[in-house]
Antibody, heavy 119, light 107 residues
Framework: QVQLVESGGGVVQPGRSLRLSCAAS????????MHWVRQAPGKGLEWVAL????????YYADSVKGRFTISRDNSKNTLYLQMNSLRAEDTALYYC????????????WGKGTTVTVSS | SYELTQPSSVSVSPGQTARITCSGD??????ARWFQQKPGQAPVLVIY???ERPSGIPERFSGSSSGTTVTLTISGAQVEDDADYYC??????????FGGGTKLTVL
């Protein structure tokens, strides 16, 4: 079955960088788009970014555009989120999610990795 | 920018029908998904393409759409349906958006 395992979260100071990873298994990774979604403590879900199946198209929420970069390595079945210039408001649980046949939507989610931005 | 609006909370007794709405201009052109999230767990897809139910989701979950509003209906809500529910859609520019979430209380 589809499995998504996020890693790379931690505590980081404001202005610093962090890279999240999402290891995928149980499906043909290279044929599906992938999403990142985050959830601040006690808050709702926020869509962060989408990457197409081959990495050629990338889309970002306004709140992270210019600071975050989504990428993928289809040879390693791994999705990434490079987060630069981190802010306190980026503190959240970050989920990766597999896109459905329509890549704008997601179906299966990982369990998430926690990012805390604090001095 | 675009938004999806949900009620913050809905409360029903076990066995009653729960209805959660989600409104937004984007829904006039794009379909919606509904996700269920229980405390400490990742979201789970319960409805896709406005009204389709994934395999493994109980038949009491259904969805409908009318104009700029989609509705998640849980017929005969069970205690285990007590959770947060989020609608989701995507705009023509491929940017995604979630509703603010609805806390469903079943007791």
């Amino acid at each position: 079955q589809v499995q998504l395992v996020e890693s790379g979260g931690g505590v980081v100071q404001p202005g610093r960088s962090l890279r999240l990873s999402c290891a995928a298994s149980g499906f043909t990774f290279s044929t599906y788009g992938m999403h990142w979604v985050r959830q601040a403590p006690g808050k709702g879900l926020e869509w962060v970014a989408l990457i197409s199946y081959d990495g050629s198209n990338k889309y970002y929420a306004d709140s992270v555009k210019g600071r975050f970069t989504i990428s993928r390595d289809n040879s390693k079945n791994t999705l990434y989120l490079q987060m630069n210039s981190l802010r306190a408001e980026d503190t959240a649980l970050y989920y990766c999610a597999k896109a459905s046949l329509d890549p704008q939507y997601m179906d299966v989610w990982g369990k998430g990795t926690t990012v805390t931005v604090s001095s | 920018s675009y938004e999806l609006t949900q009620p913050s909370s809905v409360s029903v007794s076990p066995g009653q029908t729960a209805r959660i709405t989600c409104s937004g201009d984007v829904l006039a052109k794009k379909s919606a998904r509904w996700f269920q999230q229980k405390p400490g767990q990742a979201p789970v897809l319960v409805i896709y393409k406005d009204s389709e139910r994934p395999s493994g989701i109980p038949e009491r979950f259904s969805g409908s759409s009318s104009g700029t509003t989609v509705t998640l209906t849980i017929s005969g809500a069970q205690v285990e349906d007590d959770a947060d529910y989020y609608c989701y859609s995507a705009a023509d520019n491929n940017l995604g958006v979630f509703g603010g979430g609805t806390k469903l209380t079943v007791l």
